[in-house]
């Protein structure tokens, strides 16, 4: 048990004792539980699931939560990683580059996060080593044990007391026995001592295999990992078994019984076919309730907000599984088509709009590198919508035109986003307005009118120091268009950006003069965010600088997808004869 003295001490770093916690101001102990979320066996198991789930399981009893993911690499965000190795690069609304696990807790819990949700060992570090220089630690030697674990322990508590949290869910990245995750465990650990009983738990996320050739669930991997957990001083509260099948009885008992966690908090987490029906199956297994008693929060619980929240749920829920008569098969043309966690928000916000619609969404991977004037009718045969996603540098883009010329050509519903926004001025801009040389300064360096370009002065506007946009912006939509019919008439909206180079406003008298409606601008810069073609001329023809999938919420789909399967979905309804001859397959 954590003395109330020591805490009191805590925070003066010249003291000679040996506990080093500095407080944020208004914590208020006791108040924020927190429960800690760990990796065993394996990395991938889907702590961030899970977490999220458990998470949402306990807002919807009306209590306040807040995750927290804690990365072990040096990298001070997300930003510079590469997709192929580490999936999609998920903004949140104040600009920070995070994982794609955040992109999950968002759609899970429908609450949009902040930097105070997200650290790296880079930020931790760096922070440390600054105030180091500050002189934050005069007259000690800085050490990983007290100093780098206090600061883990501090930015946990400051997340609990900006939100005012009832639950702090801490996922540490990774898998125990790391050692690029070994202070965070021990940061945990102290935490959970210094705070007290009932006020923390940690939950193992294990793994149990299923090997073909055997046909029957082993616990020993399982058992070890747990073991490691053990040794460096945690004995988790309760256990949940990653498996592709339903853990049995007995593999649940041998679990509990080496591990000394009773078998009730002992919890199958089995694959499911949806994200969105693992809160479900585990709040059948009971866990919610184990997690209320363990840090004796059922006073908080708001049993009328449950009943609501519930039924709400399950109304996606219910719509996710049973088969749906109709398909709508959307192209994306993306660059990283070999893995799909760098689009993982794009399938998400596809997967909110199959069950709001009542019909499958399949995508169709396409890489544009392969795609040519001469076979992009064949190779868009048989779908009923594109997406160009986002993407960095001129590797495929070529290719991306002539899929936009296509689609513009022949009715077929587009939606560009961010590049594929700005791939489709470019293209109107050569095919439509008669500037054959329009280019991007991203991949056209070298002087072709550059229709997409860097503009450091609009940057400067917006204090961003010239280089990426990034975040929630504002978005003003004008009346009468597309936009602003799936916006429900609003006037504005917000969306989430990444982008460096936009449209030059120089050419947009010209655009504007051939045809291409902006139909989402800046408040009061000349940014251009959202583009369309009038319904005259083409049935679904819209673009967006930013990422809409990024604020795709089961509940609250993404307009600008509603849209594009809506109209993919005409597009697939439409006689035969309508499609045009190219379209045939
Ligand atoms: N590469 C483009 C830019 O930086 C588009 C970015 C994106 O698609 N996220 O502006």
């Known amino acids: 048990m954590a003395s109330t003295e020591m805490l009191g001490r805590l925070g003066n770093s010249q003291d000679e004792s040996e506990f080093y916690t500095p407080m944020p101001e208004g914590y208020r102990r006791g108040h924020t539980k927190y429960v800690i979320v760990l990796g065993t066996v394996m990395s991938g198991l889907g702590k961030g699931i899970f977490s999220s789930s458990l998470a949402k399981l ?254 709400r749920w399950n109304w996606f829920v219910d719509r996710i599984q049973p088969p749906k008569e109709k398909t709508v098969k959307i192209a994306v043309t993306g660059k990283y088509v070999s893995t799909r966690d760098a689009y993982a928000s794009i399938l998400k916000a596809c997967e909110h709009c199959s069950v709001h619609l009542g019909v499958n969404v399949d995508l169709e991977w396409i890489d544009t590198t392969q795609i040519d004037r001469s076979n992009v009718a064949k190779r868009l045969s048989g779908v009923h919508g594109i997406i160009v996603p986002g993407g960095f540098g001129s590797r495929g883009t070529e290719g991306k035109i002539e899929c936009i010329k296509f689609a513009r050509e022949n009715n077929l519903p587009y939606l560009g986003i961010c590049l594929g926004f700005q791939m489709a001025v470019i293209e109107y801009a050569r095919n439509v307005c008669g500037m054959t040389d329009a280019s991007s300064s991203e991949f056209d360096p070298n002087g072709h009118r550059a229709v997409i370009d860097v503009l450091p002065e609009q940057k400067k506007i917006e204090g961003l120091g010239g280089n990426m946009r990034l975040g929630g912006k504002d978005v003003e939509i004008k009346a009468g268009t597309i936009a602003s019919r799936l916006f429900d008439n609003a006037t504005q909206c917000r969306l989430r950006f990444r982008h460096r180079y936009e449209v030059d406003p120089k050419f947009i008298p010209q655009l504007e003069a051939g045809g291409l409606i902006f139909s989402g601008k800046h408040p009061t810069q000349p940014i251009m965010q959202m583009l369309e073609l009038p319904t005259s001329v083409h049935p679904f023809f819209v673009g967006t600088q930013a990422h809409p999938e990024m604020t795709s919420r089961p509940l609250r789909p993404s307009p600008l997808f509603m849209g594009l399967v809506q109209a993919g979905l005409d597009y697939a309804n439409k006689p035969a004869a309508a499609v045009p001859e190219k379209v045939k397959a």
Do not use: W
Not at 173 to 186: A, I
Not at 234 to 240: C, E, F, W
């Open 58 to 311: 306990l807002q919807d009893k009306g209590l306040r939560v807040a995750p927290i993911k804690m990365e072990g690499y040096l990298n001070i965000d997300s930003g510079t990683l590469n997709p192929y190795r580490h999936g999609e690069v998920f903004v949140m609304d104040d600009g920070l580059e995070t994982d794609m696990d955040l992109g999950t807790y968002e759609r899970l819990l429908d609450q949009d996060l902040n930097a105070a949700h997200y650290t790296t060992n880079g930020q931790i570090l760096s922070g440390v080593l600054r105030k180091e220089r500050e002189g934050g630690y005069l007259g000690r030697d800085v050490q990983v044990i007290p100093h780098v674990v206090g600061e883990v322990k501090l930015k946990l508590r400051e997340l609990a007391v900006k939100t005012n949290a009832d639950v702090v869910f801490v996922e540490v990245g990774g898998t125990v026995g790391d050692y690029e995750n070994s202070f965070y465990l021990e940061a945990c650990r102290q935490l959970a001592y210094e705070e007290g009983e009932g006020s923390s738990m940690f939950v193992a996320l294990t793994y149990i295999l299923e090997p073909g050739a055997l046909g029957e669930q082993k616990s020993k991997a399982a058992q070890l990992g747990i073991r490691k957990l053990m040794e460096v001083g945690v004995h988790p509260h309760v256990i949940a078994c990653r498996a592709t099948n339903p853990v049995t009885e007995k593999v649940r008992q041998k679990i509990s019984m080496f591990t000394n966690v009773p078998m009730k908090r002992v919890f199958s987490m089995h694959d499911q076919t949806s994200i969105y029906l693992v809160p479900d199956s585990l709040r059948v297994g009971g866990i919610d309730r184990e997690v209320l008693t363990i840090l004796d929060l059922h006073d908080r619980v708001d049993q009328a907000k449950e009943d609501r929240e519930r039924e």
